[in-house]
Nanobody
Framework: QVQLVESGGGLVQAGDSLRLSCAAS????????GGWFRQAPGKEREFVAA????????LYADSVKGRFTISRDNAKNTLYLQMNSLKPEDTAVYYC?????????????????WGQGTQVTVSS
């Protein structure tokens, strides 16, 4: 089992930055690919970014490429999402997730563990 707790969400203005953190406990988080997903009101949950547990390979959704950066600190069992140049359309609940695959994946069903989510609201 892996327990995940997100933090760092909040209300910001367009163009601002936020850094989300996801603290993991339980089984060794360093053995899991880490991912971020988001869900806006009335919309399906969508993939944002993922980072492999070995090698640091990353994947990003086209909508965040160049603005968001995913990283991890395995010594601290923590996953991060640095979000720059935020837009109102980035408003959503952001979830971190853990997947046993060796490489990053965009597929939500491959992630076995999920956090409770943190709200990010970007005003125009």
């Amino acid at each position: 089992q892996v327990q995940l707790v997100e933090s760092g969400g909040g209300l910001v203005q367009a163009g601002d930055s936020l850094r989300l953190s996801c603290a993991a406990s339980g089984r060794t988080f360093s053995s899991y690919t880490g991912g971020w997903f988001r869900q806006a009101p009335g919309k399906e949950r969508e993939f944002v970014a993922a980072i492999s547990w070995i090698g640091g390979g990353t994947l990003y959704a086209d909508s965040v490429k160049g603005r968001f950066t995913i990283s991890r600190d395995n010594a601290k069992n923590t996953l991060y999402l640095q979000m720059n140049s935020l837009k109102p359309e980035d408003t959503a609940v952001y979830y971190c997730a853990a997947c046993p695959n060796t490489g990053p994946t965009t597929l939500s069903y491959e992630y076995h563990y999920w956090g409770q989510g943190t709200q990010v609201t970007v005003s125009s």
